[in-house]
């Protein structure tokens, strides 16, 4: 691996196979290498910049206690909310992981990079697909690796892998800026990933990478949450000990089915089940990647942001989430699909409280930016906005509308406590759980509502207004469409901004939706195995190359 040149230690040097070995030894690497980045590369003043952590979580709603889920355990992410800035409207950029995930890296609306599928096969990345993020978008990390801060990044990629053949790697994170790559999932952990009564998880989508290699498929998820955050670890003490800043993105596979037990004994511990194991299991990890920043002695210079890339997966019931007092979840762009936890933790700087502004993901790009003294190119529209005004000094939402879309129709406008809707899905009810889940755990996986332009999408002519603080189900429409209507003039503003945002938006052609199953990474042709005693081939069909990637409700 290398960073500006540098070689930082390669996968053999730390792993055999896939255990760990050797971290204060690896870590002691990483320090020398960043100090040697320091001595030979031009100098940058370091001054008051702050350290950066982002962590994100998978498919999370209301499901910690500091969010009001009535049985889930106080925990790790609870202690951080108490003494962090939780948030109560923070908005993902998309309900779906791709999508959302490159909106947040980038500061950007998906739609601006042609991220959608006008074929709608799929609205995010898969193993077979062709393209990914494209190089061209400037990400937080080649934005902060430009101003001289060390980049890591660990956990759930998802914006793609190969372009010409199953071992290129055009599209994984060290093509985006991250000079060290840890364990990574480049596609996700996805349903047909579970191990466990004979079932074993399917190669084609289930695997792990060190850095731009394959080194386990399918996927084992023993250990996996502590490896993980090993990794994070390490990169964090390496970093500290050449004194130079960084910026580390550590994306959880938790929580996203399938649930898994890392094997830390806490199975079966949570009053609220499976789900609530791994939002503990979960916990537990941001939990030890502050107390590393604590032992580090750098805890009071470095930003730690938590959030989750969209809403809960309602369809997967028991073991989907929950989007407490909110209508809908993933998939769709009501309150629990787009309203998502969040906590911003600078011990020092930021004062602990609960902040009520509507914000979003995209905004973490130009104040991750500004904190560390860079600049975004003007080449190019931004959606986010700076929140350090916010942050360090109470101020407002730097936003006066919010605009929410899927691929490249209007969906909604924010706009303080009112949400214009301009489209909706269906979501899925209590009585379509009770039909596909018996007994509340998922025997398949479901959607109900992926696409953004099918027949069941709802045109609102003339949009719905709502007030989502006195109304958070998103249920009483407010009179607005005529003169003499009392939120009349509300409306009539939030319709003008949307219609002139939406017929001014340009956006580039579409690419995902195009498949090429030979670039499925294959650690060992044709048999797609390497660390289970099975030995299964890889064969494909019409079913998008051998696995079930979603079954419509």
């Not at 905004?363 to 350090?388: I, N, Q, W």
């Not at 996986?445 to 045109?459: F, Q, V």
């Amino acid at each position: 691996k290398t960073f500006n040149g540098i070689s930082l230690f390669t996968t053999e040097m730390i792993r055999r196979g896939v255990g760990w070995r050797g971290t204060e030894w690896a870590a002691a690497i990483v320090g020398l290498a960043v100090a040697l980045l320091a001595a030979v590369s031009e100098s940058v003043e370091v001054g008051s910049r702050p350290n950066i952590v982002l962590l994100i979580v998978d498919d999370m709603g209301q499901d910690i206690y500091s969010y009001g889920h009535p049985s889930q355990e106080w925990n790790e992410l609870d202690e951080m909310a108490q003494r962090g800035l939780l948030f109560k409207k923070w908005l993902s950029p998309d309900v779906a992981c791709s999508p959302s995930r490159a909106a947040t890296l980038t500061g950007r609306l998906p739609a601006r990079m042609g991220f959608y599928e006008p074929s709608y096969s799929s609205r995010v990345i898969m193993p077979p697909s062709r393209y990914g993020l494209p190089l061209s978008e400037y990400t937080i990390a080649e934005a902060l690796r430009d101003v001289g801060y060390q980049t890591g990044f660990v956990g759930k990629w998802h914006l793609g892998i190969n372009r010409w053949n199953r071992t290129d790697g055009h599209y994984l994170p060290h093509r985006h800026g991250f000079g060290y790559v840890g364990l990574n999932a480049p596609s996700t952990n996805d349903f047909d990933c579970y191990a466990g009564n004979g079932h074993v998880p399917h190669p084609s989508v289930c695997f792990l990478y060190e850095g731009a290699t394959i080194v386990q498929q399918p996927i084992d998820h023993r250990n996996l949450t502590q490896r993980l955050v090993a990794d994070a670890s390490d990169f964090i003490r390496g970093s500290a000990a050449g004194g130079v800043p960084f910026y580390l993105e550590l994306a959880f596979l938790h929580v996203h089915v399938s649930l898994f037990e890392s094997g830390m004994g806490r199975e079966g511990a949570s009053r609220r089940g499976a789900f609530g194991d791994n939002v503990n299991e979960l916990a537990w990890g941001v939990g030890e990647i502050l107390e590393t920043l604590d032992r580090e002695g750098i805890a009071e210079n470095t930003l730690v942001a938590f959030i989750s890339d969209h809403g809960p997966w309602r369809e997967m019931c028991s073991h989907g989430g929950s989007n407490g007092f909110f209508s809908g979840g993933k998939f769709n762009y009501w309150e629990g699909g787009i309203r998502v936890p969040a906590i911003v933790y600078w011990p020092g700087t930021i004062s602990p409280g609960v902040s009520y502004e509507p914000v979003s993901s995209m905004d973490l790009m130009p104040t991750f930016v500004e904190l560390a003294g860079g600049s975004l190119p003007t080449d190019r529209v931004y959606d986010g906005k700076s929140l350090v005004p916010l942050l360090l000094e109470g101020a407002d939402s730097p936003h006066e509308f919010l605009y929410q879309y899927c691929d490249t129709y209007l969906y909604a406008v924010r706009y303080g406590s009112f949400k214009l809707i301009f489209r909706s899905m269906p979501y899925v009810s209590n009585d379509d759980m009770r039909g596909v889940c018996p007994g509340g755990i998922p025997s398949t996986e479901l959607l109900l509502t992926p696409y953004c332009n099918a027949s069941y999408t709802l045109i609102h002519d003339p949009p719905t207004l709502v007030n989502v603080d006195i109304d958070p189900h998103e249920i009483f429409e407010l009179p607005w469409k005529q003169p003499s209507d009392e939120y009349h003039d509300i409306g009539d503003k939030m319709y003008r901004s949307g219609v002139e945002e939406e017929s001014g938006a340009i956006f580039p052609p579409g690419w995902m939706g195009v498949y090429d199953c030979s670039l499925i990474p294959c650690c060992d042709p044709p048999h797609c195995t390497c660390n289970y005693t099975v030995d299964t081939q890889l064969e494909f069909d019409d079913d998008i190359c051998g696995t079930t990637w979603m079954t419509p409700l």
